[in-house]
């Protein structure tokens, strides 16, 4: 009701669509994941970024069916790109929906994202989760499309964004999901815990609290000085016709790289905190010789009302600024238009 301008919202099952016309021949950006995370990914469809959402009930992977009927809703003849993070759940279900999308003969590709440098593997996760990174690649991503990328293209630049950008996430408090009626872990007034996951999950490292500064100054080093690292991702195969492992390779941040700098509250910090930490972020990154040339701060990938933050930073060049800098126009984000 609040957005009826920019899209509609489809029941039984449930998937959201942008309102404006998807040009014919464009390739269709769809991602989905728990509810709980607001304003993604259901804030994100509108022009310039994705066509179709699928939200699934709180911290809970939507159905194949869902995301298939979405496919089917957005699908303009150049195939859909699903945006996928790398959560156990949401791989299944999205390998099923791409399955039944080519039993349609739509053309589809998943692509995972895993940019969370606080861990390895995890409850919901094997490999590093997919965090702040996922609403840069829907916004980059959403940009290449309007100009016409096609879904091979789409695909490469959606895995540059994947390999060039990291984050990490830090939390007060925990959060309490509706399902239980219980924080999701127990934390001290005097304690902070490092490394924690959107879905509420515990970190890996627990400290008494410190101030804005020094929590900055661990985070925007940690993902510094993450190291060069390599590992396999699996994606469909067009020309084998079967789910393949594709390798993939992040370099580290270096001297003189430009970047993106994102701050993201996790639903219960004031933007003001948000700035906080921008400011102390940017020396950290001044002092290492690495220049901010864009940013994006705000509550945009959440979980729930925790109390906290992550920083995500992306390496970039000139493509993924120019679609970074693309015109965008959903009811969470939007400029030039």
């Known amino acids: ?28 950006l769809i991602s989905g994941g728990g509810s709980g995370h607001e304003p993604m990914h259901v804030g994100f469809v509108g022009k310039g ?33 699903n945006i996928v ?18 039993s349609e003969g ?44 096609d879904l091979k293209e789409l695909s490469r630049l959606c895995r540059k964004v994947n390999q ?7 939390a007060l408090t925990s959060c309490i999901s509706p399902a239980n009626g219980k924080p999701s ?19 890996i490292d627990r400290e008494k609290i410190k101030t804005v500064d020094e929590i900055t100054e661990m985070m925007t080093t940690s ?7 390599s590992r396999e991702l699996k994606e469909w195969s067009f020309e084998k016709e079967e789910w393949v492992h594709v390798n993939m390779e992040n370099e580290s941040f270096k001297k003189g790289d430009q970047v993106i700098a994102f701050v993201n509250s996790m639903g219960g910090t004031p933007v003001s905190e948000l700035y906080c930490v921008y400011r102390k972020m940017a ?26 933050c992550s920083i995500t930073l992306l390496k970039v060049d000139d493509e993924i600024l120019k679609y970074w800098d693309a015109p965008v126009h959903t009811s969470s984000l939007r400029k030039g238009i």
């Open 1 to 28: 009701m609040a957005h009826a301008d920019l899209i509609n919202v489809h029941f039984d099952p449930h998937f959201i669509t942008r309102k404006t016309p998807i040009t014919e021949g464009k390739v269709a």
């Open 49 to 81: 970024m994705l066509d179709a959402a699928c939200p699934g009930e709180v911290f809970t992977s939507p159905s194949p069916d869902q995301m298939f009927e979405a496919a089917k809703a957005v699908h303009s003849g150049a195939g859909v790109l």
């Open 85 to 102: 993070k790398n959560y156990t759940g949401d791989i299944m279900n999205f390998e099923m929906a791409a399955e039944m999308m080519m």
């Open 106 to 149: 739509i053309q589809v590709q998943n692509l995972i994202v895993d940019d969370d440098i606080a861990v390895k593997d995890s409850f919901y996760t094997a490999g590093r989760r997919g965090v702040g990174t996922t609403v840069l690649i829907e916004k980059i991503c959403g940009g290449a499309a309007e100009d016409g990328y």
């Open 164 to 170: 060039n950008g990291r984050s990490m996430g830090m």
């Open 185 to 203: 872990f127990d934390i001290g007034n005097d304690e902070m815990e490092l490394g924690i996951g959107i879905h509420g999950e515990p970190g």
């Open 223 to 229: 993902i510094i000085d993450d190291p060069t690292y």
């Open 283 to 308: 020396e950290v990154l001044e002092d290492k010789g690495i220049k901010i040339v864009r940013n994006l701060i705000g509550p945009y990938i959440t979980s729930l009302e925790m109390q906290g």
